[in-house]
């Protein structure tokens, strides 16, 4: 996948970073130009018609792990987007992927006392109808975090229709799941 940064993607890091939470599980980070990077999983979302509307990657790079996400089609706005503790995504209501993936026992969202989960990430901010590009680093290092995400169940990747509220527990009112994709090792 290319690493572009579109005015797009700039101006919707810039509103996560000026407008939103102070998200302390995750950053919007560009790639690091020659800096060797290894996509480990990866994953095709499909809404709940089982159509394609994007992919997304883990990508580890030295000793961070970052997820990388593309979406097309869908209405502008704001969508929550998360990882799900099961690897299963038996539409149309895609709740076969279970909860937030929480291993550390926290509240949700980076606003709350307790929170964040590992999870949670930051939401997508779409504002063309052309495919939206996003990168996220998780905070922990790969090493840590692999385990976590492919254990026994595996872990699904979840676009909810609505904004995370960084608050609520234990999903951040973000409405109906919309779609979904299992991370399956490359």
């Known amino acids: ?42 994953a095709k979302l499909l809404n709940a ?24 089609g869908l209405e502008l706005g704001e969508r929550a987007f998360h990882l799900h503790t099961a690897g299963i995504c038996d539409g149309p209501d895609f709740k076969t992927a279970g909860g937030h993936l929480n291993p550390f026992e926290k509240t949700h969202g980076s606003q709350s006392e307790g ?14 109808r052309s495919p939206f590009e996003t990168s996220f680093e998780l905070s922990g290092t790969a090493d840590e975090l692999l385990p ?16 995370d509220d960084y608050v ?7 409405g109906p ?3 979904c994709g299992v991370l399956a090792k490359n």
């Open 1 to 42: 996948m290319p690493r572009i940064i579109s005015t797009t993607l700039l101006f919707s890091c810039l509103t996560l970073s000026a407008c939103g939470p102070d998200l302390e599980n995750t950053q919007t980070t560009p790639a690091t130009e020659g800096t060797q990077s290894e996509a480990v999983a990866a």
């Open 49 to 72: 018609g089982g159509d394609e509307i994007g992919s997304v990657q883990l990508i580890k790079q030295s000793d961070t792990l970052s997820v990388e996400a593309v979406v097309e």
């Open 115 to 128: 929170g964040a989960h590992l999870g949670d990430l930051p939401n997508l901010v779409i504002e063309a």
């Open 148 to 163: 976590l995400i492919f254990d026994e169940d595996g872990t699904a990747v979840i676009l909810h229709a609505g904004p």
């Open 168 to 174: 609520s527990d234990p999903a951040g009112a973000a």
């Open 177 to 179: 799941r919309i779609a």
